[in-house]
């Protein structure tokens, strides 16, 4: 195996597993959303607020790829592509699980203030853990990015 397909599937990865993350954590934002306008339709600014939370995830996995694109020459060297590899598995599959569980959190922060409570502020709080690990990923991923040979165009 060539060594930038290992790259590759390494950066298809990261990708694809934080933009899923973030696309289903959205989603199950969304449908807390739908179901909360019935009760509350006043808080849609509120409820727009929680449901875009998941999304920052995905983001990461695009700064993620941005900052291992330089790597990928068809020169690059074997220890540098399993690099890439395993920085793709360690933010893709970070930022996946987090956006799914931060969805989660707000969803249920969503059905809370649909039902009027005031816990806007807590779910913005609770929300912070699970991205938490999604930040300390991408640093992983620039840390990992700073040991990598510089590529030979």
């Known amino acids: ?24 954590g959205v989603t199950v934002c969304g449908n807390a959303v739908v179901g909360a ?9 509120t409820y727009i607020a929680l449901s875009a939370l998941p999304s920052s995830n995905g983001l990461y996995g695009f700064v993620g790829y941005f900052i291992l694109k330089p790597y990928l020459v068809d020169s690059i060297p074997l220890l540098t592509a399993i690099a890439i590899l395993g920085a793709g598995l360690i933010l893709g599959i970070t930022c996946f699980y987090a956006a799914i569980r931060q969805g989660e959190v707000c969803a249920n922060g969503i059905v809370g203030v649909g039902a009027g409570h ?12 699970p991205e938490l690990y999604a930040i300390l990923s991408l640093l992983v ?8 040979a510089t590529p030979i165009l």
């Open 1 to 24: 195996m060539e060594p930038i397909l290992l790259a590759y599937i390494g950066i298809a990865l990261l990708t694809t597993l934080a933009f899923l993350g973030s696309s289903y």
């Open 37 to 45: 306008m019935k009760k509350n339709p006043g808080a849609l600014g």
């Open 118 to 129: 005031n816990v806007f502020g807590a779910t913005m709080v609770m929300a912070v853990f």
């Open 141 to 148: 991923t620039i840390l990992i990015s700073g040991t990598l």
